[in-house]
């Protein structure tokens, strides 16, 4: 037990974030170094993403870290090492996206914009590869009894009770806390641990058992989520609008 779970949990995790981080936060300050040194270095963003995922993809895999960890921390950085370097503009309450349309194409503010842009088609990209492939995979007898009280225990169980103990009020506005509470559980996330649990070598009727029931959830999350979504963000968008509104903000 303890051999499991230093291998597995106590390793791999604080690697995988460490690593990712690490290798966004570098490639974010060497980037840049170059555009300010010399105009010939500024462009080709998209490939700037697909470099820093795979290294710190491959960094995590090769030091035995969670590589999935490793690319969620080196976005994360990325959006980090961006807010740092926009102090001057944020003490001034200028909209991060105010700043990033008028910034220099070798301003850190410019990259991330570029980024983030390229980080988004690649998400509808793979969104539409993921609803394609969980239809092929998906089976009418798949959707028992069983798996619909899974995905209705996740949707208003578990996902809920994770936001709440994980944030505390004080940490986050309700209406976000509502938004974690309720979005999540589809994606390649779910495809990926499931499919790591199969290739660790599991009992093949217990893998069986564990694709009948995941692929439902992650159906009826496609389902459920997808057509939610807009609504309420169209909700909460004009709630923030109403609230800036009132209180005068930005």
């Given at each position: 037990m303890l051999h499991w779970l230093a291998l597995e949990v106590l390793w791999p995790i604080p690697v995988g974030v460490a690593s990712g981080w690490l290798c966004a936060y570098a490639?974010?300050?060497l980037t840049l170094r170059m555009r300010r040194?010399?105009?010939?270095?500024?462009?080709?963003?998209?490939?700037?993403?697909?470099?820093?995922?795979?290294?710190?993809y491959g960094v995590a895999l090769a030091l035995h870290g969670n590589g999935f960890l490793a690319?969620?921390?080196?976005g994360l950085a990325l959006r980090r090492f961006e807010v740092s370097e926009l102090d001057d503009a944020a003490a001034q309450r200028v909209p991060l996206q105010e700043i990033e349309a008028s910034a220099p194409p070798?301003?850190?503010?410019h990259l991330m914009r570029a980024v983030l842009a390229f980080n988004e088609q690649l998400e509808h990209i793979f969104e539409v590869g993921v609803v394609l492939l969980?239809?092929?995979?998906?089976?009418?007898?798949?959707?028992?009894?069983?798996?619909?009280?899974?995905?209705?225990?996740?949707?208003?169980?578990?996902?809920?009770?994770?936001?709440?103990a994980t944030?505390?009020?004080r940490a986050l506005p309700a209406s976000q806390r509502r938004l974690m509470?309720?979005?999540?559980?589809?994606?390649?996330?779910s495809l990926f641990y499931l499919m790591y649990a199969v290739n660790r070598g599991i009992d093949?009727?217990?893998?069986?058992?564990?694709?009948?029931?995941?692929?439902?959830?992650?159906?009826?999350?496609?389902?459920?989520?997808?057509?939610?979504?807009?609504?309420?963000?169209?909700?909460y968008a004009r709630t923030r609008t109403s609230q800036r509104q009132s209180t005068g903000g930005p």
């Open positions: 490639a974010g300050r040194q010399d105009s010939a270095a500024i462009g080709l963003d998209e490939f700037l993403a697909l470099g820093v995922m795979g290294i710190a690319v969620f921390a080196a070798e301003a850190p503010a969980i239809g092929a995979l998906l089976r009418p007898t798949d959707l028992t009894l069983t798996a619909l009280i899974v995905a209705a225990a996740l949707f208003f169980v578990v996902r809920p009770l994770s936001v709440l944030f505390p009020s509470a309720w979005f999540g559980i589809r994606g390649v996330g093949a009727e217990l893998a069986h058992q564990m694709v009948s029931i995941v692929l439902p959830v992650i159906a009826a999350s496609i389902i459920v989520h997808g057509i939610s979504a807009t609504p309420i963000m169209e909700r």
